[in-house]
């Protein structure tokens, strides 16, 4: 074994075992003593983040939240060997586990951030459990994992969905629910959760929350043909975020209506709104929101065939998508790339950008996505002349779409495979 490394090797186990020998109360004090130290370094224990804080961002970010999950290690090996564990010591944990969840969450660090949500909702009851639960999931979600997002909404729900329950939270969750029904395109069943949500809003009064499900309803209204509905839904969600100066939900309400009116085809007023949403996401510093709404920019100019801006807006949107860790629409705009090739007459290079997103997409389980990106791999494999290759993974895609019951994707698939055998002069797998 190479010297320096043996010396490493032995230095990591004599320290461990020196740890070992502490008595357990020896051990406990020495990091009670670590942690209040550090926390003098950091001006003192820092407040405690709100009830709805790490779901909004109404958070003051301080210095001490760069060390917030180191303190609350600390914290919790000191408060493990008292017995009973001193309040005091329990408050501060509860305190660095939050802030520090919310730290990782704005870097985008989402397992970390769920993690640490998670082990603040073991120390918790009611409500404060609740919200922990909820936050971990969005976290999960952010990171593409929908099915282990929707278990931990549902967890958080089971704690607050009581007849006469006025919290926020509850259409929290209920929102929660939607966005990953939604997302999965399964717009039949996120539209009921939007619907009760605003309803209890409605009732208790939370306006914010209301405008936020809005956005969420009109997004449904659009993938459903219902655009008048969705630029209404949008422009009364403006109107309303502006009132309240909410720069941030104002520009989702644009960014919504940019996508309504490509739709109608009002392609200059598109372009328009999609560059003012994409400059007021940047002026909030909205990463994720600037990088979804430059995805949806993106498939509107591929929609409409203007291949070089929506090649432009796919490169653009890449590194956004990894920055921010959204894995789910990271594969998506790899399979646009992908398309984008094939139009260029690169099977191969589409090839390998199309297995990429494939398998992002098993990992994070999109089995819409899975299935269109399955086509494109048999379309690139037509034109590498691979055909038996080529249509054993384009049907396996096709009755994964159709088992996913998206009708219109299927269509789109087998449109694209047709011109591909054509241009290869081979017949269509039909």
């Given at each position: 074994?190479?010297?320096?490394?043996?010396?490493?090797?032995?230095?990591?186990?004599?320290?461990?075992?020196?740890?070992?020998?502490?008595?357990?109360?020896?051990?406990?004090?020495?990091?009670?003593?670590?942690?209040?130290?550090?926390?003098?370094?950091?001006?003192?224990?820092?407040?405690?983040?709100?009830?709805?804080?790490?779901?909004?961002?109404?958070?003051?970010?301080?210095?001490?939240?760069?060390?917030?999950?180191?303190?609350?290690?600390?914290?919790?090996?000191?408060?493990?060997?008292?017995?009973?564990?001193?309040?005091?010591?329990?408050?501060?944990?509860?305190?660095?586990?939050?802030?520090?969840?919310?730290h990782a969450g704005r870097a985008f660090q989402n397992?970390?951030?769920?993690?640490?949500?998670?082990?603040?909702?073991?120390?918790?009851?009611?409500?404060?459990?609740?919200?922990?639960?909820?936050?971990?999931?969005?976290?999960?979600?952010?990171?593409?994992?929908?099915?282990?997002?929707?278990?931990?909404?549902?967890?958080?729900?089971?704690?607050?969905?009581?007849?006469?329950?006025?919290?926020?939270?509850?259409?929290?969750?209920?929102?929660?629910?939607?966005?990953?029904?939604?997302?999965?395109?399964?717009?039949?069943?996120?539209?009921?959760?939007?619907?009760?949500?605003?309803?209890?809003?409605?009732?208790?009064?939370?306006?914010?929350?209301?405008?936020?499900?809005?956005?969420?309803?009109?997004?449904?209204?659009?993938?459903?043909?219902?655009?008048?509905?969705s630029h209404a839904l949008y422009t009364q969600a403006?109107?309303?975020?502006?009132?309240?100066?909410?720069?941030?939900?104002?520009?989702?309400?644009?960014?919504?209506?940019?996508?309504?009116?490509?739709?109608?085809?009002?392609?200059?007023?598109?372009?328009?709104?999609?560059?003012?949403?994409?400059?007021?996401?940047?002026?909030?510093?909205?990463?994720?929101?600037?990088?979804?709404?430059?995805?949806?920019?993106?498939?509107?100019?591929?929609?409409?065939?203007?291949?070089?801006?929506?090649?432009?807006?796919?490169?653009?949107?890449?590194?956004?998508?990894?920055?921010?860790?959204?894995?789910?629409?990271?594969?998506?705009?790899?399979?646009?790339?992908?398309?984008?090739?094939?139009?260029?007459?690169?099977?191969?290079?589409?090839?390998?950008?199309?297995?990429?997103?494939?398998?992002?997409?098993?990992?994070?389980?999109?089995?819409?996505?899975?299935?269109?990106?399955?086509?494109?791999?048999?379309?690139?494999?037509?034109?590498?002349?691979?055909?038996?290759?080529?249509?054993?993974?384009?049907?396996?895609?096709?009755?994964?779409?159709?088992?996913?019951?998206?009708?219109?994707?299927?269509?789109?698939?087998?449109?694209?495979?047709?011109?591909?055998?054509?241009?290869?002069?081979?017949?269509?797998?039909?």
């Amino acid at each position: 074994m190479h010297a320096e490394f043996a010396y490493l090797f032995r230095h990591a186990l004599l320290r461990d075992a020196a740890y070992e020998l502490q008595l357990p109360a020896a051990r406990a004090a020495l990091h009670l003593n670590v942690l209040e130290i550090v926390e003098g370094l950091y001006g003192g224990l820092p407040p405690e983040p709100g009830a709805s804080t790490g779901i909004s961002a109404n958070f003051e970010t301080l210095p001490i939240d760069e060390v917030a999950a180191e303190l609350a290690d600390h914290a919790q090996s000191a408060a493990g060997a008292a017995s009973p564990a001193a309040p005091e010591l329990l408050q501060r944990l509860r305190i660095y586990l939050k802030r520090a969840a919310i730290h990782a969450g704005r870097a985008f660090q989402n397992r970390q951030s769920a993690r640490l949500w998670l082990r603040a909702a073991e120390m918790q009851e009611g409500e404060a459990r609740a919200h922990a639960l909820l936050s971990a999931a969005r976290m999960v979600g952010s990171a593409g994992h929908a099915s282990e997002a929707e278990a931990l909404t549902r967890a958080a729900l089971e704690t607050v969905d009581i007849p006469d329950c006025s919290s926020v939270l509850l259409p929290d969750c209920l929102e929660q629910l939607g966005h990953l029904r939604s997302t999965a395109e399964q717009m039949d069943e996120a539209e009921p959760h939007y619907l009760r949500g605003l309803e209890l809003c409605q009732r208790h009064n939370h306006a914010r929350k209301a405008t936020s499900l809005r956005i969420r309803l009109a997004h449904v209204c659009l993938r459903t043909g219902r655009l008048d509905d969705s630029h209404a839904l949008y422009t009364q969600a403006m109107h309303e975020s502006r009132e309240r100066s909410d720069a941030a939900t104002e520009a989702l309400s644009v960014a919504g209506l940019a996508s309504v009116t490509a739709a109608q085809g009002r392609h200059a007023e598109a372009d328009e709104l999609f560059e003012k949403a994409l400059a007021m996401h940047r002026q909030q510093g909205d990463r994720r929101s600037e990088s979804v709404t430059l995805g949806n920019m993106a498939s509107y100019l591929w929609r409409t065939k203007q291949w070089q801006r929506a090649e432009d807006a796919m490169r653009r949107v890449l590194p956004l998508h990894r920055e921010v860790g959204n894995r789910r629409f990271e594969a998506k705009a790899l399979g646009g790339l992908a398309s984008y090739a094939l139009l260029q007459n690169q099977p191969g290079q589409a090839l390998a950008m199309a297995q990429e997103a494939l398998k992002i997409d098993r990992e994070v389980g999109n089995p819409v996505e899975e299935g269109l990106h399955l086509c494109t791999i048999g379309r690139c494999l037509v034109l590498l002349g691979r055909l038996e290759e080529a249509e054993t993974s384009w049907r396996t895609g096709v009755a994964l779409l159709r088992q996913q019951k998206v009708a219109e994707w299927v269509e789109y698939s087998i449109s694209f495979m047709r011109e591909v055998c054509a241009k290869a002069g081979v017949p269509p797998f039909e």
